[in-house]
């Protein structure tokens, strides 16, 4: 069956850095665009980071300058690389993936991606 897992998280200070990663199974990874949502206490899942079948990258803005999206599809492996962490960015970090069909558009709605993992929390301190 399909799994992501995703592991990484912890605790860091304002300006560390850590890196997320998520292990797929159960599907062909290298078909499938990828993502990462997070969700900080008390509020939505916020759309990140993406990255798509052909290895382009996708950012917020908020993470566009500290965030590293890539995947090794040799792996299965999604890899979230955090830098300049600021307390803002303390969430439940999830990954998604979204089958890569012709002609559908990128999306950074959470309905559009079909599959999730479990969440690493990331908390970072002040």
């Known amino acids: 069956q399909v799994q992501l897992v995703e592991s990484g998280g912890g605790l860091v200070q304002s300006g560390g850095s850590l890196r997320v990663s998520c292990a797929a199974s159960g599907f062909t990874f290298s078909h499938y665009h990828m993502s990462w949502f997070r969700q900080a206490p008390g509020k939505g899942l916020e759309w990140v980071s993406g990255?798509?079948?052909?290895?382009?990258?996708y950012y917020v803005d908020d993470v566009k300058d500290r965030f590293t999206i890539s995947r090794d599809n040799a792996k299965n492996i999604l890899y979230l690389q955090m830098n300049s962490l600021k307390p803002e960015d303390t969430a439940l970090y999830f990954c998604s993936a979204r089958q890569w069909r012709y002609g559908r558009n990128w999306s950074t709605k959470k309905d559009d991606w079909e599959y999730w993992g479990q969440g690493t929390q990331v908390t970072v301190s002040s």
């Open positions: 990255i798509n079948t052909s290895g382009g990258t």
